[in-house]
């Protein structure tokens, strides 16, 4: 019998890993022991930094070198692990810090993948060892002011050959790490025959300036930046070999857009550790708000989310490994999980009640975070149109 008033071990809380289902049980005994140490990493090194930061919307540079220490780039191509690893991992760091996760996603994600994916096997010899070690920071720059769903036909950033080199102008935005990072991936059109390039771009070349995006409500302590290129002249030779269409660039899309969907389940997961520890500690006539059934019920809700995302993220990393996995089964994860993630997060703040709006509980972070995730890697309503194309064979997307 489950006594209301009975006192809880705040540190002990059942299933406090949060796999209600044991989804981990499906690593490998020797995955389950990395991803261990991960959870020491985050724990150790940004989840006692994560709410700071966000609020003062800094990055810390210095956690840079101990990302490079802990060794967690590309875990599937370059260390051999699962999707599913892979997608449990990312799910960890979200949980820890949406930012953080943010970083990684795009440099260890779009910015990483777009360079396995696309570069020539002489290209990746030269760049990818400073790319995995953390001395290179990395950004991609495809998002315009003016081209967002659209950019895929819309790309208005111009690339037009000089002899050995390549002239690149326009503009991006939101691009992600662009304030501080080395290298960036810059897609642009090229006027010769209308179809979007990818190209690496050092950061330090004239005509290149990133201006940081204030103000935000949502991972703040990611620096997303506006992009200006004003006549750069980018040699031939950092041009991506394989980077030559839009249907390439969507290559490293599709995976990206996996990274996204965990994202959905970690932020998940955060709003249920905060929403679950309050509901216990938190006193209220007398009693602790978790011994009231409609706030178990919201819990319970919760867990349910984050169950029915996690399985259908598992069974698509499985795909993934399988070399199966298809667009438009990214882009239903995509819409799904995060749909579901919004529903979560209300739930947990509502717990909360007014100490929901600071992030003094971190709470607030947490459900203001997960806007900026639900929107980015195509939005809902574009993910729903890829999904509807692929079961009725006809496209609604103007």
Not at 177 to 191: E, G, K, M, Q
Not at 335 to 351: D, K, L, P, Q, Y
Not at 356 to 385: P, Q, R, W
């Given at each position: 019998?489950?006594?209301?008033?009975?006192?809880?071990?705040?540190?002990?809380?059942?299933?406090?890993?949060?796999?209600?289902?044991?989804?981990?049980?499906?690593?490998?005994?020797?995955?389950?022991?990395?991803?261990?140490?991960?959870?020491?990493?985050?724990?150790?090194?940004?989840?006692?930094?994560?709410?700071?930061?966000?609020?003062?919307?800094?990055?810390?540079?210095?956690?840079?070198?101990?990302?490079?220490?802990?060794?967690?780039?590309?875990?599937?191509?370059?260390?051999?692990?699962?999707?599913?690893?892979?997608g449990i991992v990312?799910?960890?760091?979200?949980?820890?810090?949406?930012?953080?996760?943010?970083?990684?996603?795009?440099?260890?994600?779009?910015?990483?993948?777009?360079?396995?994916?696309?570069?020539?096997?002489?290209?990746?010899?030269?760049?990818?060892?400073?790319?995995?070690?953390?001395?290179?920071?990395?950004?991609?720059?495809?998002?315009?002011?003016?081209?967002?769903?659209?950019?895929?036909?819309?790309?208005?950033?111009?690339?037009?050959?000089?002899?050995?080199?390549?002239?690149?102008?326009?503009?991006?935005?939101?691009?992600?790490?662009?304030?501080?990072?080395?290298?960036?991936?810059?897609?642009?059109?090229?006027?010769?025959?209308?179809?979007?390039?990818?190209?690496?771009?050092?950061?330090?070349?004239?005509?290149?300036?990133?201006?940081?995006?204030?103000?935000?409500?949502?991972?703040?302590?990611?620096?997303?930046?506006?992009?200006?290129?004003?006549?750069?002249?980018?040699?031939?030779?950092?041009?991506?070999?394989?980077?030559?269409?839009?249907?390439?660039?969507?290559?490293?899309?599709?995976?990206?857009?996996?990274?996204?969907?965990?994202?959905?389940?970690?932020?998940?997961?955060?709003?249920?550790?905060?929403?679950?520890?309050?509901?216990?500690?938190?006193?209220?006539?007398?009693?602790?708000?978790?011994?009231?059934?409609?706030?178990?019920?919201?819990?319970?809700?919760?867990?349910?989310?984050?169950?029915?995302?996690?399985?259908?993220?598992?069974?698509?990393?499985?795909?993934?490994?399988?070399?199966?996995?298809?667009?438009?089964?990214s882009a239903l994860?995509?819409?799904?999980?995060?749909?579901?993630?919004?529903?979560?997060?209300?739930?947990?703040?509502?717990?909360f009640g007014g100490?929901?709006?600071?992030?003094?509980?971190?709470?607030?972070?947490?459900?203001?975070?997960?806007?900026?995730?639900?929107?980015?890697?195509?939005?809902?309503?574009?993910?729903?149109?890829?999904?509807?194309?692929?079961?009725?064979?006809?496209?609604?997307?103007?």
């Open positions: 019998m489950t006594v209301p008033n009975a006192a809880v071990d705040l540190n002990n809380l059942p299933y406090a890993d949060g796999d209600f289902y044991g989804f981990e049980q499906l690593l490998s005994a020797a995955e389950r022991e990395r991803l261990q140490e991960i959870r020491d990493f985050l724990a150790k090194e940004i989840k006692p930094i994560a709410v700071d930061c966000w609020n003062r919307g800094e990055f810390p540079m210095e956690l840079i070198p101990k990302l490079a220490k802990a060794n967690l780039m590309s875990p599937v191509r370059r260390q051999g692990h699962s999707n599913v690893f892979a990312h799910a960890e760091f979200t949980r820890a810090d949406a930012s953080i996760a943010t970083f990684m996603g795009v440099h260890d994600g779009l910015f990483t993948g777009a360079i396995e994916l696309l570069a020539s096997e002489e290209q990746k010899a030269a760049w990818l060892p400073d790319i995995y070690s953390l001395k290179k920071i990395g950004a991609f720059g495809l998002t315009e002011p003016l081209g967002g769903s659209d950019v895929a036909g819309g790309t208005r950033t111009t690339a037009v050959r000089d002899g050995g080199n390549w002239i690149l102008n326009g503009a991006k935005r939101w691009i992600g790490n662009a304030t501080f990072s080395d290298w960036v991936v810059i897609y642009a059109r090229d006027l010769a025959d209308n179809q979007v390039k990818a190209f690496m771009v050092d950061t330090s070349l004239a005509g290149y300036t990133a201006t940081k995006i204030e103000n935000k409500t949502a991972l703040r302590t990611v620096q997303n930046a506006d992009i200006t290129l004003e006549n750069v002249v980018v040699p031939d030779s950092f041009k991506l070999a394989g980077g030559n269409s839009f249907r390439d660039t969507n290559k490293v899309l599709k995976v990206t857009r996996l990274s996204v969907a965990w994202q959905a389940v970690g932020q998940q997961m955060a709003a249920f550790d905060a929403a679950r520890r309050y509901a216990v500690e938190r006193q209220q006539f007398g009693r602790p708000i978790a011994s009231f059934q409609l706030v178990q019920d919201q819990l319970v809700k919760m867990l349910g989310n984050i169950v029915a995302c996690t399985g259908m993220m598992v069974r698509l990393a499985q795909l993934e490994d399988q070399g199966l996995a298809k667009d438009e089964q994860a995509k819409a799904f999980t995060t749909a579901r993630m919004r529903e979560t997060v209300v739930m947990g703040r509502s717990i100490n929901g709006i600071v992030t003094d509980y971190e709470m607030a972070k947490i459900f203001a975070d997960a806007e900026a995730i639900y929107s980015y890697e195509g939005t809902y309503e574009i993910n729903t149109l890829v999904t509807g194309r692929a079961i009725t064979g006809i496209s609604a997307i103007v």
